[in-house]
Every structure is written in C-alpha cells, then in structure tokens.
C-alpha cells in the first residue's frame, strides 16, 4: 500500500489529507472511498486517461483509494494529481520512498497536463506547521507565489507541467534545487505610504469598499490590502497594511490572484 498527501480546505485553513492507495491482483475495478463528492469520484475518470496519455501503463488490478479522514467531504478535482501518483507508485512505475515528504496538488487534463487549482497558500501552510519538505503544485499556480511574494509561508514549492514532470522529480530523488525562488521569500519591512493628512473621510464615495475595510479592521488584527487585486485603488493608501497570511489565503481561495497575476 502506497500513502500519498494533500490538504482539504476548511475555510482559510488546509487539513492533512492522506490518500491510500491498495490493489488486489486477482481482480480488476477502481474504487474510491472516503466521503468524497461527485467531482472527486469523476476524477477517476480524467486520471485513468492522463495517466495512459502521459505513457503510462496501469496493470489490470482493482483499485483501492481511500481519501482520509472519512469524516471530512473531499470536493472538488485538485487531489486528481495525489490519487495519480499514488497509483503510479502502487502499481511500480516509480519507487516512493519520499512521497510522505511532499503534499501534492493539482488537477489533470486528459492528456496528462496539470491545471491550476484554488487553495495553494494554505496547503502551504499546512506543509510548514508539519515540517513537510516541500509543496507540488501546477505551474500555472506559480504566478500567484509571485502575487504573494514577502508574505506566502517559508516551505519549498515545485512547480510542474504535467505528471510526466512530477513522476521524474520523484525518479531523480527530489532535488532541491528545483523550488521556485519565489517560494522563500524574504519579508520586508513595513513602509508606510499615508501621511497624517490622508484619512478615510478624504475618500469620495467607494461606500462599499470603505464599509469593508471598516469590517475587516474590526475582526483582524493586522490586514494587507493587495492595490493591483483590490478594485478600489483610490483606498489603499489610506489605511497602513501589515504583512498579513490571511488576507494572501482569503485572495487565493476565490481566486482573485491568480486572475489578476496572469
């Protein structure tokens, strides 16, 4: 039995989520347990055929996944990549013995390519408070690291094309040198743009956006307010912003970085 690794979002917060891969030899089938909804079980779908057009061939055995805890709904494509490799390890393509290392994420097209998907940053997050070596994630995700530079959490991020890439950084050991540069980012100090002049009231109309910001002061202690994913620039001055995690986690789950990095 091979064991592979993700995080389920709950929120702005990832939980660990541990995809367990068994076969049985004298029988044939995919099965997928473990709470998830009917996107995750169509993932079976999608995965079979990437794996075999990323020239991979499955032996004819049944299938276990369990997706664990069972008591957590999985939703959602983004474990399509930790099921793939867990089936790809199981059935002997690839040795494992560095996937406990690693949570993966990633959903898969039909032709083996990974696609981007939501929930990157706390999945790092997750990985740092575990003393994971590491984060794999689609290339497409890296735009938003670059979004987040000086805040995201200090934990190595490999960025891939496909499952062909991702198999062969397993195969090669897991070298190190192929993190992102922007997943290590050095925070900066906080440099203040507003004068003792410039105060909420000097701004004209934006209602909705000065009654959000008054929100948010309310329930944060510090906040990071992002002028190039915030629709109202004329604002972001006008309140000093501290390097803040949970505004970059907020941003990534409804994916505002990501449209904004493109």
Request: aromatic share 8%; proline share 6%; hydrophobic share 45%.
């Amino acid at each position: 039995m091979v064991r592979t690794f993700s995080g389920i979002l709950r929120g702005l917060d990832a939980h660990l989520l541990t995809v367990e891969v068994d076969t049985d030899k004298h029988s044939f089938g995919f099965y997928l347990v473990g709470l998830a909804d009917h996107a995750v079980r169509e993932g079976q779908l999608r995965i079979h055929n990437a794996i075999r057009n990323a020239g991979y061939r499955l032996p004819r055995w049944r299938y276990l996944v369990n997706l664990a805890p069972a008591d957590l709904r999985k939703e959602g494509a983004a474990y399509d990549l930790t099921i793939a490799v867990g089936m790809l390890a199981e059935s002997g393509c690839f040795g494992a013995p560095l996937l406990a290392d690693y949570l993966l994420l990633g959903e898969l097209s039909l032709d083996g390519r990974l696609k981007p998907v939501r929930g990157v940053l706390p999945v790092m997050e997750l990985a740092l408070r575990r003393g994971c070596k590491g984060v794999l994630i689609p290339r497409e995700n890296a735009a938003e690291l670059e979004a987040c530079r000086g805040i995201i959490p200090g934990i190595p991020v490999f960025a891939f094309e496909s499952l062909q890439e991702v198999v062969a950084f397993f195969e090669a050991g897991c070298p190190p040198e192929q993190a992102l540069r922007a997943a290590l980012p050095k925070p900066k100090a906080y440099q203040p743009t507003c004068t003792g002049e410039e105060t909420m009231a000097r701004v004209k109309g934006q209602a909705l956006a000065k009654r959000a910001l008054q929100v948010a002061a309310e329930i944060a202690v510090s906040q990071h307010i992002f002028g190039d994913a915030f629709p109202h620039a004329l604002v972001e001055d006008k309140v000093p912003a501290f390097e803040f995690i949970g505004q970059a986690l907020l941003l990534d789950l409804t994916g505002i970085i990501n449209d904004t990095a493109k």
